[in-house]
Every structure is written in structure tokens, then in C-alpha cells.
């Protein structure tokens, strides 16, 4: 079943074109991976998917256009995570969580209760829920950021790099916790620049490249030495040890100095 | 009932019993030395005697302009802070006391004042308002946090140095000692006509600042997801802007310039709501009322032969508690 249909989308900021004529059509059940080399527009394609941004074309959901949808209705439909920050207030991991119920102003109520305690457990943070979100660790406060995001029960999840920073360890932990949502049915668009990973865990991907869309589809047929040398300009060796896909960056295909001169 | 909400409610409870006392303090505190209980006491037939006049002329106004105006800055200095998500922040920040205190003075200094008393906390209201309309137009309608505070300190200063103009071209001196003195800050000598046409518009104000509590709790985790969360951040903007300059700006105009409450007690009081900006607004809201009234006392019991003005007391108790709260900021930074 088609969740989200994005048709002819274009994002300008003043003159220049941030993202041009995306069109992309994403199935529900599933984690989709947007990569691209840094500035290619991937935020500000996740930005416009959450109707945080003002744009040009079509973006549907479940047949409704996004645009037409009220902001109380997108969000919550919609649960957004933007790239790392910390909260302006120390609140308690509790609290903080609670925040994703904001959407359904049912923060007393005790079904409301239940779905905290659920994304709290789910997250592994039952340990931690009386603490100060400033006192936790990298790879707690991106638990904390996702039960935040997952206690609005969205339909899709929208996350900016929620891996970014964090140990290895932490890493899989959160690519597991999202495996884990979207086998109960949650889609997931994710940004990520570890090309392992997004090998690992992602059904399809999006390559982003210079604010237009260089390729899309399942994992495993994007994921090749010349769409990566295309987005990234990177030469790759894409491999399979024990079953788990992983893709090994080798040289660039021109070097800094070369760059420079060219 | 969660370890927060707990606090919460004992926090309110403790603080509107501090209310409640120093209002029945306020009342009972004076020159004279008739007490709440006199009062109380007082046959039908002595109603109209100099006590009742003490009490209902005199001490009853200034008690519920000491409570209301406490009201407005504590509650405008949370959610000012919850919005700008900075703990710096106060109501004079976005220059609607500033702009008040110039529109006031305008009708001091045309002698306006003199033929129509209730002019003056409608000139009040009217540059709280026009404070808001410039901030309105120079910030934009997206305007980050950032914008609207630079836009704030603008008016404040350009408002500030247009009093400054007319003190100094005063060719009279008494009002430029009025002028000079009401912008001390004071809730002393106002009666119930000024009461009457204050508060409601206070109100209000009070009324729209309690709604923002779920916006300002979202704003806790940035704009951009404060939004994904359904709210909209120029609605939010604009009815904060209104808020402050209804309740600030009728609170200013009675009784000049009360500064740093705004700052001092949101800051005192956020532990004990689990740092949450919609908490603090109630919370903050009772205790800048205690503090104007506890304030509004001890100018009353400090022994000096002319009674300090309210404005200088919270300033010379504010002032060291922002540098004290700058040098903590800057601790944490590095």
C-alpha cells in the first residue's frame, strides 16, 4: 500500500533551488534511508515531507494532501525528530516524553499513561525516567529523543540523523529500535551517512544528489559501486560476510588537491 | 499523581497562602496604626469615618495593584522566558514597560493628565500596545527568538532616550519630579478608579499568557519541532506579544517602572516545577504577586524618613541577582 506520494516537490530559498522536482512513491512497513553528500537537500526533504517549510508540488498521505491538513492533524500523523539538540529546559526524561503527546492534549488521561510507559520501556529508559535530560548520555538522550517522537504514535516517523555522534554500540541499539517499530507497522525515513548501516537496515533508499533526486529504490540495487561514485564521489565495494550487507568506502575517486585544481 | 505535578501543587498552595498573608499584611500596614482587625470590626455607623477611608481608599487599592501587578511580571517573565527559551529574559526585554513608561509620560508632560486623571493608564495601554505593533512590524512574521529580543531592545532604548528628551526640555521642575518619581515605581497613592481601568485589560492579558502553557512546553525542544508538534509559532508569537503588553503595559502604566521581578522569580521558582514553562506559568504568576506584596511591605517597614520607592527595591535586589545569573550562564558555557 502507497503511505506517501511526493509529486514534482521543489523547495527554493530566495534565488536558489534547494530541492527540485522530487517525485517518489514510499510504501508503509518500511525504513527508507535518504543519502546524499552533504548539502544534497535531505533535511529540507524530510522538512518539507513534516510541512515545516514552504513548497512547491504535491506531498500526499494516504491519499490526503499533507498541505490541506490541519497542523494539530499532520502532527499527529507525522512524528518529526530535527538533527541533535539538546532541550532548552532540563526537564525529566518523563516529561520530556510526555511532550510527544502534545499533539492529543491527553497528557491525564491514563491511556495516555499506558503509550508513555510503552515508549519508555520500548526505548529501555524505565531506569532513567526520573533523570534531567541534561545528565544523560549521548546515546540516552537519542532513546529519549526517539520515545519522544514514538509516544505520538505517528504513522511515519521522519528522524535527521538520529544516529549521528553516537558509539557504535548505540548506533545498532537505535537501528534495532526502529527495526523493531516498523515490523508493528510504523514507516520510517531516516537520514544517515553511514552507507554500512543504511546497507543493513534500510529497504530502500533515496540518493540525494545536489538538491535532485539521483536514484531511489531497494536497498541493495541502489547501493552500488556507480550510484555511490555519482553521489558521493567515492569508489566502494559493496559485501556480505555472515548475511549482514555492509559497504566499504575505498578511495575517492579524485582527491582533495584534485578538487581544489578541478 | 507524578513527582512533578506533586511539587507543583504543593508549590501553589505554599505560595498562595503567602498571598493571601501578605495581602491581609498589605492591608494592615501604614502610617497609622489600624490594623485588618479594626477594620473588621468596624460598626455599620463608622463606615464613614477616617479608619474606613484609610482602609477602603488607601490601603485596599494599593494591596490589589501590589498583588495584580505582581501577577503581570511574574507571569509575563515565564512565559517570556519559556518562549525565548533564554532565563535572561524579563518584560522589559521586548520594551513594552519602556514604551508604556514614554506614552505615560507624554500625557505627564502635556499636563493632559491634570485635566483627565484616567488618561494616563490609557497612555500606558496605548504604547504597550504601539510597542508590540513596531516589534511586530520590525521582527516579521517568522522572526526567530533571536530577532524579536534585538527588536525589543530597539524600541526600549529609542523609548528610553525619548523620556530622557522630555525630562530634559521640561521648562517646569515639578514635572520633571513627577515625571522623575512616578517613573520610580510605586503602587502607593492610586485609587480605585485607576484599579478599575487597569485590571480588566490586565486580566486579559493574564488570560492570554496561562493558554500559551502547552506551546511554551513544545518550545522546549526548538521551533521547528515545536511545530511538527501542531503548533504555529506566529500565532504562538503574536498572542504572546498582546499578553505581555496588556498585562505589562496596564501594569506599568499605574505603577511605573517594577523591574527585574519578572526576572528573579520565574528564575526561584522553575526547580520546583521540573524546569516545565507551562507549570511556571501559575507558579510564576503567584509569585511575583508575593513578591511585589512582601516588596511593597518592607518599603513600608524600612526605617528611612521618606518611604523607598518599589521600583528601587526590586532593582537594587534584581540587578545583583541578574549579574549573579550572568555569571552562572557564563560558568556553564565554559
Not at chain 1, 546515546?139 to 514514538?150: D, H, P, Q, T
Not at chain 2, 485635566?115 to 504601539?130: C, N, Y
Not at chain 2, 520633571?176 to 478599575?196: C, K, N, P
Request: net charge positive.
Amino acid at each position: 500500500m502507497i503511505l506517501l506520494k511526493i509529486d514534482e516537490l521543489s523547495v527554493k530559498l530566495g534565488s536558489s533551488t534547494i530541492l527540485n522536482a522530487i517525485t517518489l512513491e514510499l510504501k508503509q512497513g518500511q525504513i527508507i534511508g535518504l543519502m546524499g553528500a552533504n548539502g544534497s537537500g535531505k533535511s529540507t526533504l524530510l522538512k518539507a515531507i513534516a510541512g515545516l517549510i514552504p513548497h512547491s508540488g504535491e506531498i500526499c498521505l494516504r491519499g490526503q494532501v499533507i498541505k490541506k491538513l490541519s497542523l494539530r492533524a499532520r502532527a499527529k500523523t507525522i512524528g518529526y525528530l530535527g538533527q541533535s539538540q539538546l532541550p532548552s529546559w532540563s526537564l525529566s526524561v518523563r516529561d520530556f516524553v510526555a511532550l510527544g503527546r502534545l499533539p492529543f492534549k491527553d497528557g491525564d488521561k491514563i491511556s495516555a499513561k499506558k503509550i508513555l510507559e510503552k515508549s519508555i520501556l520500548e526505548c529501555d529508559l524505565a531506569d532513567l525516567s526520573d533523570r534531567l535530560v541534561t545528565q544523560l548520555s549521548g546515546g540516552e538522550l537519542a532513546r529519549a529523543r526517539i520515545a519522544r517522537v514514538i509516544a505520538g504514535e505517528p504513522t511515519i516517523l521522519l528522524l535527521d540523523e538520529p544516529i549521528a555522534g553516537l558509539d557504535p554500540l548505540h548506533q545498532l541499539e537505535i537501528m534495532h529500535l526502529l527495526q523493531n517499530k516498523v515490523s508493528e507497522g510504523l514507516t520510517v525515513i531516516l537520514v544517515l551517512h553511514d552507507l554500512s548501516l543504511a546497507a543493513r537496515f534500510t529497504n530502500r533508499l533515496v540518493l540525494l544528489k545536489e538538491g535532485r533526486m539521483l536514484v531511489a529504490g531497494p536497498t541493495g540495487l541502489v547501493l552500488n559501486s556507480e550510484n555511490l561514485a555519482e553521489a558521493f564521489k567515492i569508489n566502494s565495494q559493496y559485501c556480505v560476510t555472515d548475511g549482514i550487507p555492509y559497504v566499504l568506502p575505498t578511495y575517492p575517486i579524485k582527491t582533495l588537491s584534485d578538487r581544489h585544481k578541478g | 499523581m507524578s513527582k512533578n505535578e506533586y511539587c507543583f501543587l504543593k508549590t501553589q498552595s505554599v505560595l498562595g497562602v503567602l498571598v493571601f498573608v501578605f495581602f491581609l499584611l498589605s492591608l494592615s500596614l501604614g502610617p497609622s496604626n489600624l490594623t485588618i482587625l479594626d477594620f473588621w470590626f468596624l460598626g455599620e455607623t463608622e463606615k464613614n469615618n477616617t479608619s474606613w477611608l484609610i482602609f477602603f481608599e488607601i490601603r485596599l487599592p494599593r494591596a490589589i495593584l501590589g498583588l495584580a501587578v505582581g501577577l503581570s511580571l511574574g507571569l509575563a517573565g515565564a512565559a517570556l522566558q519559556g518562549y525565548l527559551r533564554n532565563p535572561l529574559a524579563e518584560p522589559g526585554i521586548i520594551g513594552v514597560s519602556t514604551s508604556a513608561s514614554l506614552f505615560t509620560v507624554i500625557v505627564f508632560y502635556s499636563g493632559l493628565s491634570a485635566g483627565f486623571a484616567l488618561l494616563m493608564p490609557l497612555a500606558g495601554i496605548l504604547g504597550a500596545t504601539s510597542a508590540v505593533l513596531v516589534l511586530q512590524s520590525l521582527a516579521g512574521r517568522n522572526a526567530s527568538a533571536l530577532t524579536v529580543v534585538l527588536a525589543g531592545v530597539a524600541i526600549s532604548s529609542f523609548s528610553g532616550a525619548l523620556i530622557s528628551l522630555a525630562l530634559n526640555f521640561s521648562s517646569n521642575p515639578f514635572a520633571t519630579y513627577e515625571i522623575v518619581f512616578w517613573l520610580l515605581g510605586s503602587v502607593a497613592d492610586r485609587g480605585h478608579d485607576q484599579v478599575a481601568i487597569a485590571l480588566p485589560f490586565m486580566a486579559v492579558g493574564w488570560a492570554l499568557l496561562l493558554c500559551l502553557g502547552n506551546p511554551l512546553d513544545a518550545l522546549t525542544l526548538g521551533e521547528e519541532e515545536a511545530t511538527s508538534l501542531g503548533y504555529k509559532l506566529s500565532r504562538v508569537r503574536t498572542q504572546l506579544i498582546f499578553g505581555t503588553a496588556l498585562a505589562v503595559g496596564s501594569a506599568t502604566s499605574i505603577a511605573g517602572t517594577i523591574g527585574f521581578v519578572g526576572l528573579v522569580v520565574p528564575h526561584l521558582l522553575r526547580p520546583l516545577v521540573g524546569n516545565r514553562p507551562k507549570l511556571l506559568l501559575s507558579t510564576s504568576a503567584l509569585g511575583g504577586g508575593a513578591l511585589v506584596l512582601a516588596a511593597d511591605i518592607a518599603v513600608r517597614l524600612l526605617p528611612f524618613k521618606q518611604e523607598i520607592k518599589l521600583g528601587v527595591l526590586t532593582a537594587l535586589i534584581g540587578a545583583p541577582f541578574f549579574l549573579l545569573l550572568i555569571i552562572k550562564q557564563r560558568r556553564n558555557v565554559s
